[in-house]
T-cell receptor, first 113, second 105 residues
């Protein structure tokens, strides 16, 4: 059974640009959550999508957005990149009605120059 | 404000010793999760604790949950080098600060 797949794994952008990250959840999982991990702030919750709807949201500015498609695949977008957006972005999926356990992808490492 | 606090943040222990990592959370959640992260890697699920009094054990690690005290513990027994990693607890969507564990031979 394939795990959570994130693309791209690594990317470099410059300030002011925008970036789109993709996440394919485990087959049958309908919930996708996104996290930002930095050495200074740790693991911070961005948002959760379920059945194409944003169900929960963390405390991030509007430059961070996401969406989910009918096949449960999700994308997150960061516009007007800042140096502080450099981080590992992790996607996780969970199967509703189950234990609520999150299964994580390998992450997308974003460097903003 | 939702908070999940772990302590200690850093833990250096000798092989063969025992130690406990604490996770305090602020919600009324009845479930809590523990994850492990190796350097440069993603998060690996260790334990899923689904109710008050839940106790799970896997090898040298044992996790427990006290929902009344809003406290979960991760106990390490007779530590070995392979346990060196960062450990996180998760309450709903919010992770703890993490505990970086180094086991010294």
């Amino acid at each position: 059974k394939a795990g959570v797949t994130q693309t791209p794994r690594y990317l470099i952008k410059t300030r002011g640009q925008q970036v789109t990250l993709s996440c394919s959840p485990i087959s049958g999982h309908r919930s996708v959550s996104w996290y930002q991990q930095t050495p200074g702030q740790g693991l911070q919750f961005l948002f959760e999508y379920f059945s194409e709807t944003q169900r929960n949201k963390g405390n991030f500015p509007g430059r961070f957005s996401g969406r989910q498609f009918s096949n449960s695949r999700s994308e997150m977008n960061v516009s007007t990149l800042e140096l502080g957006d450099s981080a590992l972005y992790l996607c996780a999926s969970r199967r509703q009605g189950n234990t609520g356990e999150l299964f994580f992808g390998e992450g997308s490492r974003l460097t903003v120059l | 404000e939702l908070k999940v606090e772990q302590n200690p943040l850093f833990l250096s222990m000798q092989e063969g010793k025992n130690y406990t990592i604490y996770c305090n959370y602020s919600t009324t959640s009845d479930r809590l999760y523990w994850y492990r992260q190796d350097p440069g890697k993603s998060l690996e699920s260790l334990f899923v604790l689904l109710s008050n009094g839940a106790v799970k054990q896997e090898g040298r690690l044992m996790a427990s949950l006290d929902t009344k005290a809003r406290l979960s513990t991760l106990h390490i027994t007779a530590a070995v080098h392979d346990l060196s990693a960062t450990y996180f607890c998760l309450d709903q969507f919010y992770f703890g600060t993490g505990t970086s564990l180094t086991v010294i031979p």
